[in-house]
């Protein structure tokens, strides 16, 4: 997962520099909560918890609430019939709060039910494949599906999810046939691929680096993104254009309830 200083400090620059006179009104008046739209344990939720202490610092608590399920429809939809007030946030993605849009019938909230806050993070995708999965490379892993089509699975963070459409634009651009395995986000995932009972997927670098590539247990390919993933040394072939198929990447940002924003922005 790639945080740069530059971007997590705009986030808490936000709240620093309001007007003295929005919070002689006394924000926050009680606990802050965050919502994170996925299970405990993934990239969405360890940026979360980078969050907290410095939000405590605004004088209240600030915690952490996992609400998973329904491709992160579950958590954007109790944040969106929240109290518009500021206290209640979504640490939302570009599945719920882009893909979700397009691809369920209704998400139960819409894109009006919100105001963005700040982006926060650029999560950058790899390409990973179980330990024992007799493949070394890209070329190798398609030529591997290719000889067994529809034998070979994938997971993903759920439907509509970076890692699913990351992987399904790699299948149409290498001519395979991978089966989806869609979990609740990327925690379980990572378990699963962990474990061996899924192929391949692609991964967030933190899922990738700390979660998974340290035990042993899986290995990363390539990075997904179009640029080359320095931090990511793991990827035996980072830098090469053939390692790079398919551009995948998830934006992570805090959505608040719309009509009141935080004190010192402009939407009232």
Partial sequence: MTITRRRTLAV?????L????????GFPTRTIKIVVPYPAGGPVDALARLLTPELGALGQNAIVENVGGGA???GARQVAKAEPDGHTLVLSTNQTHATNYILLKDPGYEAKDFAAVAGLADLQHVLVVRNDLAVRSVA??????KANPGKLNYGSTGNGSASHLAMELFKA?????????PFRGA?????ELVAGRIDVAFA?????????APCGRSRSQAPSGRRSCRTCRCCPSRG???????????????????????PGSRRR
Avoid: N, Y
């Fill in 12 to 16: 808490l620059a936000g709240a620093a």
């Fill in 173 to 181: 651009k290498t001519a395979t046939d991978l089966v989806h395995v």
């Fill in 187 to 191: 925690a379980p995932m990572a378990q």
């Fill in 240 to 262: 090469c254009k053939a390692a790079r198929p398919t551009p995948g990447s998830a934006c992570g940002h805090r959505p608040e309830p719309r009509r009141r924003c935080w």
């Fill in 18 to 25: 309001a007007p003295a006179g929005a919070f002689a009104q």
């Fill in 72 to 74: 992160g429809a579950i």
């Fill in 204 to 212: 967030t670098l933190f899922s990738a680096r700390f979660r998974q």
């Fill in 140 to 145: 190798e892993l398609v030529g591997h599906a």
